[in-house]
């Protein structure tokens, strides 16, 4: 009956409508399912995972001893040219030509945080921090030097 | 008791006592237009960030909550921005044409705003044809939509302007219908009378299933009118970017905004008084105590309430539903809810004579 | 089907086309003069039924183009590839995009990206490069981009 | 351009849909010829984020390219990274540590959720509900957080390497897996209430762009896009890698071959890829999760080719190799180019807002279109 399937559409249209008028109406009276983040404001609560792939930092220690070799592993594997080291010969106490590094240079605006670096170092040197506030007024500061002034290279490490 | 009417009834008796019949009416016309300014002002900042937060927690976020406590400053930041921003003419738009769409709007929606009653004994012109009024000025708004899309030689704009077009004209049928059967419950087009009908119960309750079946043809008919979703294909953002307004920034572009905002209040207004008795408190048969409860309720707060009952429907209508397509929207205004409501008309009409109703 | 078969069908097809095997799937080289007759019964012939042309792409060999198609079979789930080699100036094939209706913009981007002329097809326009595109196609080995390109 | 608009006929309208059109989802440019309302023609201009990787995946080493495919289909970055590391597998021939294949189908499944979620919500929104976008987006994230604690990037992971992937599983990743599974399945219910219910939305899909299945084929369709027309084209299934052969999980068809029908499939989907997920997380097995590789990769001279299943259809990796420490030539063949190929014939005849939701259907990622 045509007159028959007419009103069953009708209400059967009708009643899928408020079912999802139901749904709306609970998450609009129930104010505790609410996810937002006020991102600035829980600043301190905002702990990011461990692993959480920032920028690359050089580790140093108490004695602002790093344990970078220079030995340009992370420059390599970097697909950006994100990383690039300079190195000087450091004139150890025994008289000994030593290479080390004299600028371990990060562009951090060309990185991709892809993690290569930090799998390809030998010694552990640098690692993904947990920042993500990268903003910066100026270009340029966006390229940094990643060993500490007057930082050297700790005992022991090849 | 302080109540809009005293207050009107004594800035009235003050007026003509200092000044002539002419001068009085011309005084109180200035007032009446500043009144109506500044409410369209309050309205808009209520209702956008009211539809804020119906949005927000439908959508489980929180909304607007930096500009002012609680973000109720949010919408006046908004118009400060909307106010100082450029209002730029494309240079291949009809120039006249595209900055007189957005003042017909809002003239439109000023106008409307004279049959309603928003307190008891307080309306700017009681006249006799009320609800003919209504409708008949409330169609002028697809005007403005029209010229703002034709004048500002956009496609997207034209696409959006003639969309609107066959919607509006097409939904007025059984928004019309489903008032007149109201109409032809209380015998009178004047909203005052309409009101006063509803002394004892509101039509919704009294009028059983037809008039409830006429409120929901008339809620679906109104959204459609006012452009909002699911019927908002005049601006179909996916679609048409913003439709008719495309071109339209700055003040020009709040004006239609506004204009929106007013629509919808005004048609809710009209809703809550055919259907919900307009200012009439609410009344239960014979339970006296109770009814004059209701009756120490400003008249005024019931208005409101009732009319922003209506506006959250609209409002949980268009956070809830998606968009129809334009030949889905025809269909459902010519196949069903046109027939039905012509139907629905047939019983109002029987049930009005046979008097079947409390 | 195996590859011993499906080589025999194509022989019978296509008597010059040669065959390599030891990849992933059975490789026949043929000349570009031939790709439209044995394109055509590939896709038609009811017991090879290659109605999928997943990757259809270009490789720039710096003294000849090759084009390659890999084909698939949605009935009997057996792949081929075909290979086919075009001269360094003015490479030009036979479009295929009347049997495999995805070649059509997949050969648009070959067209754009290596200069390959698809005889025949129904639209050869540039698709990813911008309007007016001018000079060399920017795949080839040679392609030389002193402002966008950066090398290591 | 102006040659186009001079072949139109009378009536006929040009309008440019996109490059920056909020239905686009990116920066896709359609051209397209309508008369009233009904649509002639539609005719895609790419390249607006033409990055040229595969020029660029030249110039980088083996180890390095992998990553670059994050950047083209961002919401399955881990399947491209996964297709590009087998196929260096394949012809490195390195045997893939069990665990490490059971930690890449667990992130597989879920970067193919969190995919579908992000297309359910997008789709809604195209079509003018806003409200389920946010809610797809709750689950969705729940996925990102767990990405974000295993792998430290919610997005484009880089997680795969040759060989296995980069680290370890977090300690708490199996109770977040679980977590979200549960938090899924409250959920999914919702969907079904807000949208796939609704009359109008089924109004809006049924008989909308209507793709039959020869026509799917020989576009070169491919995942949920041909599965929603009947074709069997799921590569796990027919061409199973990793240890897809030993999972419990259904290949989703439907046979309308309309907007509908793939918004079903996607939708079924994600519960199929629950189903995987609920099968792997107890059974991860112990042992290393990355072989032992050279630090310096070098790919037999020859042609390696990998067939992998995205959240939008087969992704495709073409390694032609000269032997040496860089690939030669890289050919990505992806889901989304030929997917796109088909959306003129779907859209002739129908209505202007059919279009938005035929192109929502269709799950376009512009950087995966353009590479």
């Known amino acids: 009956m045509f007159i028959v399937k007419y009103i069953k559409d009708v209400f059967s249209g009708l009643k899928s409508l408020a079912v999802g008028l139901r749904r709306t109406l609970y998450y609009f009276t129930h104010h505790k399912e609410i996810i937002t983040q006020q991102y600035p404001d829980n600043r301190e609560t905002l702990h990011l995972p461990e692993r959480f792939k920032g920028e690359v930092v050089m580790l140093h220690d108490e004695n602002n001893e790093h344990a970078c070799t220079g030995c340009t592993a992370c420059e390599l594997a970097c697909p950006n040219a994100t990383i690039k080291i300079i190195t000087k010969f450091d004139i150890s106490p025994e008289g000994k030509k030593k290479k080390a590094i004299d600028k371990f240079v990060y562009h951090l605006e060309l990185c991709t945080m892809c993690n290569l670096c930090i799998v390809a170092c030998p010694t552990d040197a640098i690692k993904m921090a947990q920042t993500f506030e990268h903003s910066v007024y100026n270009r340029a500061d966006l390229t940094k030097v990643l060993n500490k002034p007057g930082s050297k290279i700790r005992e022991g490490v090849e | 008791m302080l109540s809009f009417s005293n207050i009107s009834k004594s800035i009235d008796s003050g007026l003509r006592a200092t000044f002539d019949a002419t001068w009085t009416m011309v005084i109180e016309m200035v007032i009446a237009g500043v009144c109506v300014i500044s409410l369209f002002a309050i309205l808009g900042l209520v209702l956008v960030l009211m539809e804020r937060k119906v949005s927000a927690w439908m959508q489980i976020r929180l909304g607007p909550n930096r500009v002012g406590p609680k973000g109720m400053l949010q919408s006046l930041a908004d118009t400060v921005k909307l106010l100082v921003k450029e209002g730029m003419t494309p240079d291949g738009a009809d120039k006249f044409l595209f900055n007189l769409a957005p003042f017909i709007a809002i003239i439109v929606a000023m106008l409307l705003m004279a049959p309603i009653a928003f307190a008891k004994d307080f309306q700017l012109w009681d006249m ?36 609107s077009g066959a919607q509006i004209v097409s939904y007025e049928l059984s928004a019309g219908l489903s008032i007149l059967s109201i109409v032809v419950l209380t015998g009178s087009l004047n909203l005052n009378d309409i009101i006063l009908s509803q002394a004892n119960g509101w039509w919704i309750f009294k009028g059983h299933i037809p008039v409830m079946i006429a409120f929901i043809i008339f809620i679906i008919a109104v959204t459609a009118e006012t452009n909002r979703a699911p019927f908002d294909l005049a601006e179909a953002e996916s679609e048409l970017t913003a439709g008719f307004h495309t071109e339209y920034s700055g003040m020009k572009f709040a004006l239609f905004f506004l204009a929106e905002y007013v629509n919808v209040f005004i048609v809710c207004a009209i809703g809550a008084t055919l259907f919900f008795g307009g200012w009439m408190p609410f009344h239960i048969g014979h339970w006296e105590g109770f009814n004059q409860v209701m009756d120490f309720i400003p008249s005024s707060v019931w208005f409101f309430g009732k009319t922003f009952f209506l506006i959250f429907l609209i409002m949980w209508f268009r956070w809830t539903f998606p968009r129809l397509r334009i030949d889905q929207l025809l269909n459902l205004e010519w196949k069903y809810l046109l027939p039905i409501s012509m139907f629905n008309l047939l019983l109002v009409t029987a049930m009005a004579i046979l008097g079947w109703y409390f | 089907m195996t590859n011993e078969e499906l080589k025999a069908i194509i022989t019978e097809i296509l008597p010059t086309a040669t065959f390599e095997e030891g990849g992933q799937w059975l490789t026949i080289n043929i000349e570009p003069v031939d790709w439209k007759l044995l394109a055509g019964q590939l896709r038609q012939e009811p017991s090879l039924f290659f109605d999928f042309l997943f990757c259809l792409t270009c490789i720039d060999w710096k003294t000849h183009l090759t084009m390659v198609y890999h084909l698939d079979s949605t009935k009997f789930r057996h792949n081929i590839v075909i290979k086919s080699k075009l001269a360094v100036d003015n490479p030009s094939i036979e479009t295929v995009s009347d049997i495999w209706q995805t070649a059509n913009f997949h050969e648009r981007e070959v067209y754009e990206m290596f200069g390959v002329n698809f005889i025949n097809h129904p639209d050869l326009r540039l698709l990813i490069l911008p309007d007016g595109w001018e000079g060399k196609r920017p795949m080839l080995k040679d392609f030389e981009d002193p402002i966008n390109m950066i090398r290591l | ?153 919610r997005l484009t992971m880089n997680y795969i390497v040759p060989g296995g992937v980069m680290q370890d599983i977090h300690p708490n990743f199996q109770q977040r897996v679980k977590d979200f599974i549960s938090l899924y399945k409250s959920k999914v219910g919702e969907y079904d209430e807000l949208v796939t219910g609704n009359i109008i939305f089924q109004n809006r899909m049924k008989g909308v762009g209507y793709l039959s299945a020869e026509d799917a084929i020989s576009f070169g369709c491919t995942g949920p896009t041909a599965r929603g027309s009947g074709v069997t084209c799921d590569i796990r299934k027919l061409y199973p890698y990793e240890i897809y052969e030993q999972l419990q999980f259904d290949e989703i068809l439907e046979t309308a071959g309309d907007s509908f029908a793939r918004y079903m499939v996607r939708v079924r989907e994600m519960n199929q890829s629950i189903r995987i997920i609920e099968q792997l997380i107890d059974n991860i097995p112990e042992g290393d999760f990355q072989a032992k590789t050279k630090a310096v990769l070098k790919l037999p001279k020859g042609e390696f080719y990998q067939r992998v299943e995205t959240a ?60």
């Open chain 2, 128 to 163: 006799n044809i009320g609800v003919l009024y209504v409708s008949a000025v409330s169609s002028l708004m697809v005007i403005s939509i029209l010229m703002a899309g034709w004048a500002s030689n956009n496609k997207y704009s034209l696409m959006g302007a003639m969309r």
């Open chain 4, 1 to 153: 351009m102006v040659e186009e608009i001079g072949r139109t006929t009378e009536g006929d309208v040009i309008i440019n849909v996109g490059p920056q059109h909020p239905a686009t989802h990116g920066v896709l440019h359609l051209l397209i010829t309508i008369n009233g309302e009904t649509i002639k023609k539609v005719e895609p201009h790419l390249g607006f984020i033409h990055r040229s990787i595969e020029k660029m995946c030249e110039s980088l080493s083996y180890r390095q390219f992998i990553y670059v495919t994050s950047r083209m289909d961002y919401l399955s970055s881990h399947i491209n990274n996964h297709a590009c590391a087998l196929c260096l597998e394949k012809g490195l021939q390195i045997e893939v540590p069990s665990r490490a294949q059971v930690i890449r189908v667990l992130m597989d499944e879920l970067t193919r959720i969190a995919s579908h979620e992000l297309w359910w919500g997008a789709m809604a929104m195209d079509l003018g509900a806003f409200t389920p976008f946010f809610h797809a987006f709750r689950e969705r994230e729940t996925i990102n957080d767990i990405m974000e604690e295993t792998c430290g990037a």
């Open chain 4, 312 to 371: 939008r259809g087969e992704f495709g990796v073409y390694i032609v190799s000269e032997g040496g420490t860089t690939p030669y030539r890289i050919k990505f063949r992806s889901p989304g180019f030929s997917n796109l190929s088909a959306l003129d014939h779907m859209a002739r005849g129908s209505k202007l807002g059919d279009l938005v939701a035929m192109m929502g259907t269709l799950d376009l990622v512009i950087p995966d279109i353009d590479r």
